[in-house]
């Protein structure tokens, strides 16, 4: 990235104002996940006028962007050359961009199988609180050495800095998918994917809500015909459930659906992430599991201790992904070494407190 580009420029000149006036920023691509975390501060630094496509290698499957770039014009494409994103980033809304893609660190149905945001971030260019531009990885894995700070950055929610741009590590589409339904209760979901998954099967994705299991195959044509037989259930036409996997990606699905309503009288909508063996948390509410057992959302009026004590004793924890009132805390509390480990790489980056001043702590 030149460090001459005017656009850039807007950007380090608006973070140097703000150090010197000792004023916050918000750090704002489409807004589509403002949601998420805890209120956003300061004034909003929009880094949409930093966008396209700086390169693309299909053949070394790598894609350079920058932090503006629509995501949606990004997968397009990827999808052109036969590529994609594998974890299958959430975009909740039109407008959703690559930085936030990153910033959030969300990944969609296919996670537990292919794995997060972070795995695939290859490098990235990042303007810190002092106005400089410092760039960390690179374009190929073996670059990744030492302390991973392009890495660092999936989920930081723009406590750091300004992610300018990201190098992508993509994969092809596969050839082949199926959908499979099954009709089962929660316990009896939880034991078969945890059978499952210890068999080689190629399982991309699965949700169970309400009685019904639904897993999605991914791979080679002959796997994925293979493990159709060998699973059984009930084999959904293409035309409903890609709707389907979709709306669960990007929380238009029903279960989430009516999740937003609940939220708007008053509930709330927790993520939680448990170990896949966990057994069935015994918590009031609609619950929805995904990746295998290891997240599952939870939609109810159940005190914030409740869910955060339930989800330690199985193992894991609880984020309040979407409410009203968020004064319970977004994210689980961290232990003393791993708050300290936080505010010292916030003081690094961001000694002045400029960039998305308390998105995931006090403080931070």
């Known amino acids: 990235m030149s460090v001459n580009d005017p656009a850039l420029q807007v950007l380090i000149d608006r973070v140097l104002s703000a150090q010197a006036a000792g004023a916050q920023l918000d750090i704002r691509g489409g807004g589509t996940k403002a949601f998420y975390g805890e209120a956003p501060q300061g004034?909003?630094?929009?880094?949409?006028?930093l966008e396209g496509i700086s390169s693309y290698e299909p053949t070394e499957l790598v894609v350079t962007a920058r932090c503006g770039t629509s995501l949606a014009q990004l997968e397009a494409v990827l999808a052109e050359k036969g590529q994609c994103l594998p974890f299958e980033p959430p975009h909740f809304a039109p407008?959703?961009?690559?930085?936030?893609?990153?910033?959030?660190?969300?990944?969609?149905?296919?996670?537990?199988?292919?794995?997060?945001?972070?795995?695939?971030?290859?490098?990235?260019?990042?303007?810190?609180?002092?106005?400089?531009?410092?760039s960390f990885g690179g374009q190929v894995m073996k670059n990744v050495a030492g302390y991973d700070v392009a890495r660092l950055l999936a989920g930081s929610l723009g406590t750091?800095?300004?992610?300018?741009?990201?190098?992508?590590?993509?994969l092809p589409i596969a050839p082949a998918t199926a959908t499979l339904r099954f009709?089962?209760?929660?316990?009896?979901?939880?034991?078969?994917l945890n059978t499952w998954a210890a068999r080689p099967l190629p399982i991309n994705a699965?949700?169970?809500w309400d009685g019904t299991l639904l897993l999605r195959l991914r791979g080679a044509y002959a796997a994925v015909q293979a493990a159709i037989p060998a699973l059984g259930g009930e084999l959904i036409e293409p035309a409903h459930a890609t709707p389907f996997w979709d709306g669960l990606r990007h929380h238009h699905d029903e279960f989430f659906v009516k999740a937003a309503a609940a939220v708007a009288q008053g509930a709330a909508l927790w993520r939680i992430s448990l170990p896949s063996t966990a057994e069935a948390l015994r918590l009031p509410g609609q619950q929805l599991i995904e990746w295998g057992g290891a997240?599952?959302?939870?939609?109810g009026s159940v005190a914030a201790s409740a869910v955060r004590d339930a989800a330690a004793r199985?193992?894991?924890?609880?984020?309040?992904?979407?409410?009203?009132?968020?004064?319970?805390?977004?994210?689980?509390?961290?232990?003393?070494?791993?708050?300290?480990?936080?505010r010292e790489l916030k003081k690094a980056f961001d000694p002045c407190g400029v960039f998305n001043a308390g998105r995931l702590y006090p403080g931070l």
Not at 183 to 192: H, I, K, N, P, V
Not at 295 to 299: A, F, I, N, P
Not at 327 to 337: C, D, E, R
């Open 295 to 299: 997240q599952r959302w939870l939609c």
């Open 183 to 192: 009709s089962m209760g929660e316990t009896e979901a939880l034991d078969r």
């Open 160 to 170: 750091l800095g300004v992610i300018l741009e990201v190098s992508l590590k993509v």
């Open 95 to 134: 407008g959703s961009t690559v930085g936030g893609m990153v910033a959030a660190g969300l990944a969609g149905p296919a996670r537990a199988a292919v794995g997060s945001v972070r795995d695939y971030v290859l490098g990235a260019t990042l303007l810190n609180g002092r106005g400089e531009v410092l």
């Open 206 to 208: 699965s949700a169970w």
């Open 43 to 49: 004034e909003p630094l929009d880094t949409r006028i």
């Open 314 to 342: 199985a193992g894991g924890h609880a984020t309040l992904f979407r409410a009203a009132d968020r004064s319970a805390g977004v994210f689980a509390p961290l232990k003393a070494p791993l708050d300290r480990l936080h």
